[in-house]
């Protein structure tokens, strides 16, 4: 295993040329086996003012992620994604509970009561990965430099599982800048009216 | 009517009917085609009224259906267990929930797309395909619009399955099928037919099921015209006109346009007005049938009268009395009544014209004509059956003198009288006047003589009784000639001929009398018409002489001049006698030429003799009522440049008995010339002394019959002692004429008399002799 390291920058737009916000890159090893992430470090799902904060978030497998529910009302938090099948109730304000999720996938997350509330939970089983800023911009450093697939993937991205993928080289010679531009669906407009 | 007369009609009933049928029958197609039209534009106009009043139920409807699918659509939708079963990809569970879903809604199709196109609910594979190709169209958002599947147009209505990803959509299929379609019907006020139909990529369109699958092509035309915008046409299919909507349908995104075609055939609009049609037709029929009914009577009651007036006119055309009835009181009641007066009136003219044709004016007895009429068919009877028929001409012997003495007046009077009485006496025999008292008498008989005698005697004494008119008794007497066909005359005029003479006869008979003709009258008639005919060339061939009779002056001792005297030596006959043919001269006319050649002649000759030698011409009365006596003496005189004091014109007192004011202003004017004019033959005749003070004559000649009676009859010479001296004291000379013994010279002599004419001294001369005796100075025997 070399023990050289390199940078991954990527920036991610939509075809109208906007930044892809939340988007999660995620690096994967060719040829030899990904390391398994280290589900240590905290992890948290805020429930405040019927929604779920943040929209888009990663964890690595066996993380434990925290649900908290700030909002006077109560939440039935549940997912039926292959990755992990849950279901919180969580009594009003301050009630949390703890999911450890052991199976990497995306988790979509919905509120039983509240149908306008959702959010993506990404669980990995790479210890690079991350989601973009506001600008649709993610850079990951320390990565081996060696070939490895890069993976982008956002909810409205329209593609097979809402995600795509690059095969390359890292060096440690140079940052490596990556840029993606990728088909986005539209956002519902309002998830919870139209019924 | 110029309108009518393309058409000829023979009848003004014809015409007046069939105007009036024709402008009722145009009024009435105003009428209904008026009515038809409103009710058409009406009923149209209600038609999409309802149209598109149904259409917006339709899409209320529509709105109402897709949100009650929707609901049920949502409801299964957010279920957590069905989610969780979709999820977990628990196809018993979800083919259950979906049959429950059928079940509850009352849907044969109900099924479910993933995101990824699987289909869970649908058996067909056809279905399946179209089914799976709709994940592409349909969003996470409800969709509801219209969408083929299995070859059917399907209102579709899908709702997004959320966990709380989109994982798929429940979509619910209901088929717009005929079913669909009446129950939409239904609902409207209006019995419309509605269907669905589905554009095709070659523009033409389909319908939703197997009815309307392959439409006319004027349906598929008239959806392609007019889908867009929606608006109610009208369309000339098979089924007939009919008004119809096409409505677009709201269709799932990538669906093909599909269209509710709301229909409603014009023929059932109209049928609620049907009875109203047919009331207009029967009004309009029976209106017909009623205007001709009046017009033909009431044309009736105007040509009727006109019929009958045109026969009318024509009888009476033909000369037969026609008349009208009169029913009323109106323009054609009032022809009829003038036609009828008309008509009368005519027939009365004719009747008098014919009357004044016929008959005497004056008396009412039949006149010439009608004598002439009457007299040619008894002649014809008697030559067709034998017998005999009494041409009787009467003569009034005074009618002259009573004419002269008592004024016209008395003399018609008497002459209707005598009229009357004839008529009244003698109503077995034909009587007519013929013009002045000439009356005739035709009576047909068996040959017994006897009766002819009878009937003259008869009407002779009819007019010998006395007639008192005014204050005068006037007793008629009368001459009658008797002629008697077929022996005097087998024509009119041989037997009036004969008639005449005879008559003529009964005068010279000393009348009062008849005679019956016989054959000598004709021959003396025969004589007097060939001396007629012969005096007519007699100036022409010089025939006629002057001869001069002198008249001795006493008192000059000398001659004092002639007297011209005519003179006809006739080729054959000799001399003919003036008192033979000097009346024939008169009653033809012909005295007025020969008077004149006689002035002409006279005149010449005298302008030939010493200076106091005078010459005398006689002027006949004929020739006083002839217009240009002075201008015929004036001419004398100029051409043979005789003083006019030479010239002495002899008249006898005839001349006033005609006219008598004209006469004296001829009179007057030829003594203003210078002429003198002696009065002859005074003493005879009707001798009135009151001529001698109408016109200062000249000169007074003393008729023979008093010269002649001088020594013969005691008296007569007091007479011509009273001649001479009246005419002394009115200045007049005086001549006795006739003087042929020298004792008749003696007492003329003594009693003053101016101057002697007679055979004494000479008898009339031929001119040279006369001439010559001039010369010889020829002293008066007696002296």
Redesign the interface.
Known sequence: MAARAADLDVQIHSASGAPVAGAVVSVHLVGQPTPRPRPGGIYMIDQQDIQFRPFISTAPVGASVMFMNHDPVRHHV?S??PAK?FELKLASKQQNQAVTFDKPGIV?????IH?R??A?LNVVDTPWAKTADANGHVILRGLPATAVTVTVWH?YLRAPGNGVSRNFTLSDASPHSERFVVAMRNP??D?GS?? | MVLMRPFGFRQLRTRLAVLYAGLFAIAMLCIAGLLYGVVVHNSKAQVRKELIANGTVFDRLWDQQTSQLRGAAGVLARDFGFRAAVATNDRGTIESALSNLRQRVGLRTAFIIDVDGNVTGLAERGEVREASALSGRLDQGMVAGVAPLGNRAHKIVAAPIMAPALMGWVVFAAELDQQEMRSLERLSAIPLSAAVYQRREDGSWRGADEATKTPDLAISSFIEANWRHGQPAEIDGAGGLSIALAKPLPTVPGAPPAVLLLQYPMRLALSPYRPLEIAIAVIGVLGLALVVMATWRMARSITLPISLLDAAADKLADGQLASVPVNSQDELGRLASTFNRMASDIVDREQRITHLAFNDLLTGLPNRANFTQHLEHQLRMVERRGGHVALLCMDLDNFKAINDTLGHPTGDELLRRIALRLGEELGDAFVARLGGDEFVLVKPFDGEAGTIDELARRALAAVEVPIQINEHALDGKASIGIAIAPADGTNNNSLLRSAELALYKAKEAGRGTYRFFEEPMNAIAQSRRAIEVDLRHALGKGELELHYQPLFHLAADRIGGFEALLRWNHPIRGAISPTEFIPIAEETGLIVQIGTWVMQEACRQAAQWPEHVRVAVNVSSIQFQRPGLSHVVLQALQNSGLQPERLEIEITESIFLERSDSTLQLLHTLRGLGVRVALDDFGTGYSSLSYLQSFPFDKIKIDRSFVVALQTRPGAAAIVKAIIDLADALGMETTAEGVEEPGQLATLQKQGATSIQGFLFSRPLPAPEATRLLKSRLKLRAA
């Open positions: 549940y039926f994604s099948r979509p997350l919905g509120c039983n149908d509330m959702i993506y909810p519902p407009r998830p139209g019924y």
